[in-house]
């Protein structure tokens, strides 16, 4: 069964940088989706960004397009997210989530992700 771990949050200055990390152990990520999705306080989670493992097509949400960016590691089986700009507005919960069989292009429907890693924290101090 298909098992998530995030990693690489914690705490930086605004502007700064982090990569987060997916890590999938179970089984192979080739039939799934990996979406990224953040719980930021006094809101509800939102995704943000998305990958097709087995086509590398990727969707991310216009308000952080500029600065997320997402990319797969199929030999380590690992999604990666890449921050750059991070601002206090940016601090919070990030989880990634498995979409199974999805299209050519993913979507971040969050109630169709059946695996939830147990997320990571980020804090962006100002």
């Known amino acids: 069964q298909l098992q998530l771990a995030e990693s690489g949050g914690g705490l930086v200055q605004t502007g700064g940088s982090l990569r987060l990390s997916c890590a999938a152990s179970g089984d192979t990520l080739h039939d799934y989706a990996i979406g990224w999705f953040r719980q930021v306080p006094g809101k509800e989670r939102e995704g943000v960004s998305c990958?097709?493992?087995?086509?590398?097509?990727?969707y991310t949400v216009e308000s952080v397009r500029d600065r997320f960016a997402i990319s797969r590691d199929l030999a380590k089986n690992m999604v990666h997210l890449k921050i750059d700009g991070l601002n206090p507005e940016d601090t919070g919960v990030y989880y990634c989530a498995a979409l199974p069989h999805p299209g050519y292009v993913c979507w971040l429907h969050e109630d169709e992700y059946v695996r939830w890693g147990q997320g990571t924290q980020v804090t962006v101090s100002s």
């Open positions: 990958i097709n493992i087995r086509d590398d097509t990727t």
